[in-house]
């Protein structure tokens, strides 16, 4: 008995526990990256030197946007937690004076939505707004944890750097669009998610084309009982086809009732009388 409650106590720990997944980051080393015009630069220095210690010395600056000239000159400073950074993680307008940041370390230590940051926005290098992952994802249970992210993000983004509109859509097909320049939500969309990509996932291409099969078979089905229908309607309004309707009636209605029931009573004779002749001649004379 009590090996049978242990087992069952594992089962309910296994259903009722979150899947976490490990995390190995590389060291972070200062980086950059240039405007599309190329006449600015920002530019990115871990506030610790220890990346020192895993590659050659270099020349840095200041985390912050600068003029790309020699020597850079300064046009903002910016300052992030002390946490994984990378180049891929900033989306900036045109000319640098705005940019968005998807923290990669958002969950260190905790499974919580409330506290897991999704994107921030800055105008020149002050936080204008930054959204949780409970602010945009409705659907919780989509949500990818590791032992320090919090996984939100659906497809990839895209920014339309005339218009500063950055879109991204979330695991459960919400898609955003955001105004970089003050992190404002524009617009809200709700995309249900499509069969076949999902199926593309877990599924080889026959088990698709059977699905895509099944489903045109359906629409060829669904026409065919709209032309019947169709046909049904026309022919009512013919004379003869009404007379044969209304005999069919009259005789589905007594005649095919009545004719079930003489068989019936038939089968039900012809099974007495062959029980009454071998129980006669079963009787000992």
């Avoid at 926005?121 to 945009?136: D, E, T």
């Avoid at 013919?238 to 095919?256: A, D, G, K, M, Y």
């Amino acid at each position: 008995m009590k090996k049978r409650t242990c087992v069952v106590f594992a089962i309910l720990l296994l259903i009722n526990t979150v899947v976490i997944y490990a995390d190995s980051w590389p060291h972070c080393e200062p980086f950059y990256i240039i405007s599309e015009d190329g006449m600015r630069v920002f530019h990115f220095t871990p506030e610790d030197d220890t990346w020192r210690e895993w590659g050659e010395d270099r020349e840095t600056f200041p985390t912050g946007v600068y003029y790309n000239t020699t020597p850079p000159e300064l046009i903002y400073g910016a300052s992030f937690p002390n946490t994984p950074i990378g180049a891929v993680r900033f989306v900036f307008s045109s000319d640098m004076q705005y940019f968005a940041w998807f923290p990669e370390a958002n969950a260190v230590g905790h499974e919580d939505a409330t506290r897991a940051t999704a994107i921030l926005f800055y105008a020149n290098g002050i936080m204008q707004r930054q959204y949780m992952v409970s602010n945009l994802v409705r659907d919780l249970s989509m949500v990818i944890w590791t032992a320090s992210t919090a996984g939100w993000q659906g497809r990839g983004t895209d920014f339309d750097s005339v218009a500063n509109v950055l879109t991204i859509t979330t695991r459960d097909s919400v898609t955003y669009q955001f105004d970089i320049t003050t992190g404002g939500i524009i617009n809200v969309a709700y995309e249900p998610p499509n069969i076949s990509e999902d199926l593309s996932s877990t599924c080889n291409s026959s088990v698709i084309d059977e699905v895509n099969d099944v489903t045109n078979e359906l629409h060829i089905y669904s026409e065919e009982m709209s032309n019947d229908d169709n046909l049904l309607e026309d022919d009512a309004t013919n004379p003869i086809v009404e007379l044969f309707q209304n005999i069919w009636s009259l005789l589905t209605r007594f005649f095919i009732p009545i004719l079930i029931g003489i068989t019936a009573a038939i089968i039900y004779a012809t099974i007495q009388k062959r029980l009454k002749k071998n129980k006669d001649a079963n009787i000992p004379k």
